[in-house]
């Protein structure tokens, strides 16, 4: 047994080095057989039934070639609305909860009596269930009877917005409802603010820089990875959205599923899960993976220009 | 020392790699699994093969699987501690499944080949895939008739519950219900407007002009009255078969023309009427529409959808109400009254098919005598909101009497004799979901009725187009 574990595993290792790497690839093997089983075979699976006709409960998967990426593209007419709908959510969301995010986080970095308690409570929201805070969200919005309204109407406006009840303000409310969660961001910012140097600003200060000369010429260049990683971050999860959308949807009178509400991921559910072809379902999760993909890497790659990384022992020399 | 820690990371690595071989084990038989339960669902059963089984010392184990809660606590608090003491030997384990996630976990359940023994309203494709036991055999071996079950059990269409599908029997309702209007007679009275009863059939013009005469703006939400929840048409319309021809035409798959005629204009016309003058609770927002039915009760609405348990509740509460049918869409069409049955269908895959069919025999013929039903079964009070689908138990002395005491018992059996069935489609809610995103477009961007309400059919053509080809693709 012994001769045949030498001849024909690592032949070329010394008895120790052998048991040495046995060791090490047993270590391995739980990852490696998790990593396989729960990543790379579901993966390939995604792939192959993205050109199968594929329902649940109706196996096996019928091999349809490209038929489900060309209805994608010529007669799904959700598939462009939803991917409009959730890049029109992305442009309304993206750049305000960064710049609202950093604007947060300056104000937490003060030094104030008390600031760990508000910090705490930016950050409360961030740590509420999806579900919980779209449900309140649900009753603020509310037309009649929400807290929104009737704020807005004591404050003299007539005719205030139906918010989830209106074609053209469900988006803007669930914009809104994510803005509620700015404090997870800011406190990601405010990390980062708490690791630049203070000797920068003493520098800056001793060389007559005014406020707005620090912030835009040593807070923003130091906390640009931080900003790309928020940016980075923001972006994957505009292309996520579900869980607002779905409940929204359905307890809004447009119904669940209703196109107003119609996020990518939502469209993906209601094909795959509602309507049962999961072979559609995967093509369609794959296209928003590629786009995500796309997205991500130009960013990535735009990210030299203005993302700068300070490196030890640079400038010296 | 070494060896000992090799050997304890190796049994390790064994135990690790059973376990996961066992999480995917369900994934590589559904086959062979489904091929013994086609063969299960197509054998006639023998009695003596079903005594045998039941007979024996061995505890079997069946899974029910419905929406649990209120709604079905009947089936924890009554049906299976009075099914177990007659049968000691199996144990019914019920699980409680939301409505909205009981077909995607059906679904997946049956991918893993571990689906539950029973189910109540499984989503039609799980149907027409063929994992649904035939009853027929079970049926005839048993003396039970089609002709012994209400009117619905004629249908295929799990919304209404029917229990048969190409021409097979799928299932055993246990109760019945309809899907009417109630009325507030106060309201009404005060208003000067007419008593319905169950044979009066009201369009919707007529029901514009009752909404209106009732309808009573206010300043202070404790002073509103409001003439009517809104109907609306995916819910009632639509899929009651209250129009001429039906949404989706007589094959069940033609939205475009169905959807659309001069009737279906006249009736959205209507409803955005009745929008926009605020007769309703819908135009308030979303948080009134969803307690409408608490408004009703609270004597602020004046007509609402109702079920007959619906109508039960709000006369126990006081309430001074009317049971009648549904305002029809096209004049003159008698259909104005939708129904549906409670049932449990056996799933195909059962390991026990003949204790799975004995239980759903006691279900529809026994637990509506020991089931608090209709008027007994109040809401919240844990029972079938509906009558006995068979038949046979109607002419029982507690049901004799329920009708001659309850007035609106007596309507609400009436009203089910006007129940007319609409055609088969493979899911009637995908197919005219659309209608929602079309209203919106009415009320809230002022398009056209007729631009919107076509462009609104294309969209519902193009669902139940896809919704055909999946179901035809599958179907078995």
Known sequence: MTNLVQRFIFPKLSGLQRREAISAYLFLMPWFIGFLMFLVVPIGMAVYSAFTRWVLISPPPVWIGIANFREMFTTDKYFTWSLGITLKYMAMTLIP???????????????????????????VPAVVSGVAVTILWISLLDPQMGAVNTVLRELGVQNPPRWINSPDWALPSLALMSLWGVGGGAIIYLAGLQNIPPHLYEAAEIDGANSWQKFWKITIPMLSPTIFFVLITGLIGSFQVFTPAYIMGGTSRFGAGSKYMRFYLLHVYIKGFQEGRLGYASALAWILTILSAIVVIIVYNSSERYVYYEKSGEGQG | MKNIKYSWLLSMLTALVLVLSAC??????PTTKAAGAEATATQPPAEEKATATVASAETIKLVVWDFGGDEFSWMDNIVIPAYQEKHPNIKIEHV??????????????????????????????????GHALVLDDYMARDGLNRSDYCTLFGSWNVFTGGGTYDNKVMSLPIDTNIWAMMYNKDLFAKAGLPMLGPDDVIDFDTWLNYARAINKPADKLADRVWGSNLFFPIWNSMNNYMSDPYVLGDDGRTCLGNAETDDWVHFWEVQVTAYKEDLTTWTAGSMLTDVQED?????????????MGDAFNAAQQGLNVGLTGQPVVSKGWPGNVGGWNTDYYIMAATKHPEEAWQFLKFLSIEVPMIVPVGTDALAGAGGLPGLPCYLPLLKEAKFQEMMKQNPLVADAVKLMKR????????????????????FTAMTEQGVPVKEALHKTAQDCQDATDQLWSTYEAIRK
């Open chain 2, 419 to 438: 129940i007319k069935l609409p055609p088969f489609t493979p899911d009637i809610w995908t197919s005219v979901n659309a209608f929602n995103d079309g």
């Open chain 2, 96 to 129: 409680g499944v939301p409505e909205d996630e009981l077909g995607t976990k059906l679904e997946t359940a049956i991918a893993a080949n571990a689906p539950p023994d029973l189910v109540v309203f499984p989503p039609n494709r799980v149907v027409a895939a």
């Open chain 1, 97 to 123: 909860l960064m710049i609202i995010g950093l604007s947060l986080s300056l104000l937490l970095n003060q030094k104030l009596r008390g600031m760990n308690f508000l910090r705490t409570v930016f950050y």
């Open chain 2, 24 to 29: 995917g084990g369900g994934q590589a038989s």
């Open chain 2, 295 to 307: 408004m009703f009760l609270q004597g602020k609405v004046g007509m609402t959808e109702a079920a």
